[in-house]
């Protein structure tokens, strides 16, 4: 799963032109199809806090046949928070707080079977490789596909490098949790 | 319900490198239009398993079966034959012949079977467009992207209609694109041509491609785990 600002994925749907929540949901899935899905209520609430915020505000309402619809644009506040956040470097990760790392600690500590969770959480990982490979490698996949199943499986694919190792150094790891 | 037959089994194989053993023991199973993905730490006997399997190297001990067939007692003529007719491999580092053309090269394999050479050029033309090489007929193998090379080789690999192909390593000189282009590509035409495919990697994205994987740990297969 991708986690974003919604927020500013928001404003970045918005910086194209006015939009309203339906259609910013609907061109969401269509950029990030592997993202945590975005349920609507969070989109129209996303969009109060943003109007709240001086970041965005109402344009006026569109019906175009159907029901009336809230039209939302950018302010200039908006789009220079936009460009901060698009050019702010995401802080790489300082702590390791991994919730394998914790298990198989925990595993060790508790006399329980690290080697058999570190087997299962690998089985488990590469069923979710298979998963996304299959994705993007379907025919007619488009390249926002590709490119988001690409992350997801560059970060699976880290975590398994670091489950073999642990595998590997296992018996030394229990040396020393055990000493502790 | 009785399990299907398997297309191509191993049973219990050992083989030494001199005096260092590469497979101890180790059985697998392939089925028609599988794609399996034999993965496995450097030494695990991976690629030995893979020459055993396609009839390349005789195992020490245990029995390779294909279609009903125990490998070990076909004769070379009649092995020679089946790798030629029923088998298709692709290496690491394509082994594409260099002095020929990327037509010839995909049409040598329908040479050797006795395709006249009009129509083994044709054939060959088919393939490597469909392997996306298409403007490269007349390319020496030196002339063309590793990418290239290695769907030219996977091309010949092909181009019998083989019902399985051995690919050992296959993206493992490619950069991350090029390879992700010859899996496609590799997979793409297994599907379409129901070809199974035993794929030797250490690689877990390009593992992910296939439909199962079997761990090699120490020349055996392993419980479904992590490789040490």
């Known amino acids: ?26 061109r969401h899935d269509e950029r990030f199809p592997q993202a945590r899905p975005l349920a609507y209520g969070q989109v129209y609430t996303t969009l109060q806090r943003l109007v709240r915020d001086g970041l965005a505000e109402v344009e006026g309402t569109d019906s175009d046949g159907g029901p009336e619809r809230t039209m939302y644009r950018t ?3 908006g789009t220079h928070e936009l460009s901060r956040w698009s050019g702010e470097i995401a802080p790489p990760a300082p702590f390791v707080a991994n919730e394998i790392f914790a298990k198989v600690v925990v595993a060790i500590l508790s006399g329980g ?6 087997n299962a959480q690998r089985a488990a990982h590469m069923e979710r490789m298979r998963e996304l490979t299959a994705v993007k490698a379907a ?17 699976l694919d880290a975590d398994l490098r670091w489950m073999s190792t642990t595998a590997a150094r296992l018996t030394t790891l229990t040396a020393e949790v055990d000493a502790v | 319900m009785s399990r299907p037959v398997p297309l191509l089994s191993a049973s219990g194989l050992t083989k030494a490198h001199g005096r260092t053993p590469a497979l101890r023991g180790a059985s697998i ?13 450097s030494g695990s006997g991976k690629s030995t398993l893979l020459h055993c399997l396609a009839g390349i190297v005789r195992p020490d001990e245990g029995s390779v079966t294909y279609d009903g067939r125990r490998l070990e007692d076909l004769p070379e003529k009649r092995l020679s034959e089946l790798r030629r007719t029923e088998f298709g491999v692709v290496f690491q580092f394509g082994q594409l012949i260099p002095e020929l053309t990327a037509l010839d090269n995909v049409a040598l394999p329908l040479l050797l079977a006795g395709t006249d050479r009009a129509r083994a050029r044709a054939r060959a033309a088919e393939w490597l467009e469909r392997f996306g090489v298409r403007g490269q007929e007349e ?3 030196g002339e063309m992207s590793g990418g290239q090379a290695q769907r030219a080789a996977l091309a010949r690999a092909l181009v019998t209609g083989p019902k399985v192909v051995f690919a050992d390593e296959p993206t493992g000189a490619l950069d991350s694109l090029s390879g992700e282009q010859v899996m496609t590509a590799l997979v793409h035409t297994a599907r379409e041509s129901g070809a199974a495919v035993v794929l030797i990697t250490h ?7 296939a439909d199962r994987e079997v761990q090699l740990r120490d020349g055996a297969v392993a419980p479904l785990g992590v490789t040490a």
């Open chain 2, 29 to 41: 199973e392939l089925h028609a239009g599988e794609i399996l993905a034999v993965t496995g730490a």
């Open chain 1, 139 to 155: 025919k007619g996949a488009d390249l926002a596909t590709v490119l988001s199943a690409d992350y997801a499986l560059n970060h």
């Open chain 2, 203 to 209: 690689d877990a994205q390009v593992a992910a491609y």
């Open chain 1, 1 to 26: 799963m991708i986690r974003m600002s919604t927020r500013h994925i928001l404003l970045g749907l918005l910086a194209s032109g006015p939009s309203h929540g339906y259609d910013l949901k609907r």
């Open chain 1, 113 to 118: 079977d690290p080697a058999g969770y570190l």
């Open chain 2, 139 to 141: 390319s020496r193998p």
């Open chain 1, 75 to 77: 302010t200039d506040e």
